[in-house]
């Protein structure tokens, strides 16, 4: 389902950071440090969150990923929620932004809300921000038990029940979705972007 193409350049770099070929300077070790929590801060900016998406997938919609970012860091503090959790959740669902399973690019649909079968390919939102607002609700009704800062947006949020039952990425695996390795996958996706940010792509 998610099917991703790299570019070499950015392989190589990948590849090579860890053993120091990439580094101007020693890195940040605690950098590396993948969130266990959905709850909390994020240490990437826009523009690395951006540049992940552009030197990784050769298909990946960047210009939309430069006006997402900023969004999901400004819509993730508003509730508490670690902006890099968000977008490495987001970049999963979307394929890099390429929307090649169920739910479609004008849908504004970044974590497949309802989306479950082809009869029902998930919820459309207005807009690019009430889709991310929608999805940060609904990684919030997982992740904590506290009230929305904001209105309520997210038309599923209610189906969440406990709320906080999942407070950890590897609690997503079984509740949010199916696939055994969907947990695995965000913190992989996390470790390539805090690679990435390292390397000063």
Not at 106 to 114: I, K, R, T, V
Request: proline content about 5%; some cysteine.
């Amino acid at each position: 389902m998610y099917h991703f193409m790299t570019k070499s350049v950015a392989a190589a770099l990948f590849f090579l950071a860890p053993f120091g070929v990439a580094w101007a300077q020693a890195p940040d070790i605690s950098f590396f440090d993948i969130p266990q929590h959905i709850m909390g801060n994020g240490k990437l900016t826009a523009r690395q969150m951006v540049t992940f998406i552009a030197v990784t997938a050769i298909e990946g919609d960047t210009g939309r990923a430069a006006r997402l970012a900023p969004l999901y860091i400004t819509e993730a503090h508003a509730e508490g929620v670690n902006h890099d959790v968000a977008f490495a959740q987001m970049i999963l669902e979307t394929g890099f932004l390429q929307f090649k399973g169920l739910v479609g690019p004008q849908m504004n649909n970044f974590c497949g809300l309802g989306a479950v079968s082809s009869t029902q390919t998930g919820h459309i939102f207005p807009d690019e921000v009430t889709g991310i607002r929608a999805h940060i609700q609904h990684l919030k009704a997982y992740a904590s038990r506290e009230p929305l800062a904001g209105d309520l947006i997210d038309p599923r949020y209610h189906f969440v029940s406990p709320k906080g039952k999942a407070p950890t990425i590897d609690e997503l695996t079984g509740t949010w979705a199916r696939d055994p390795q969907y947990a695995s996958k965000i913190k992989s996706l996390l470790r390539r972007m805090y690679y990435s940010a390292n390397a000063g792509l």
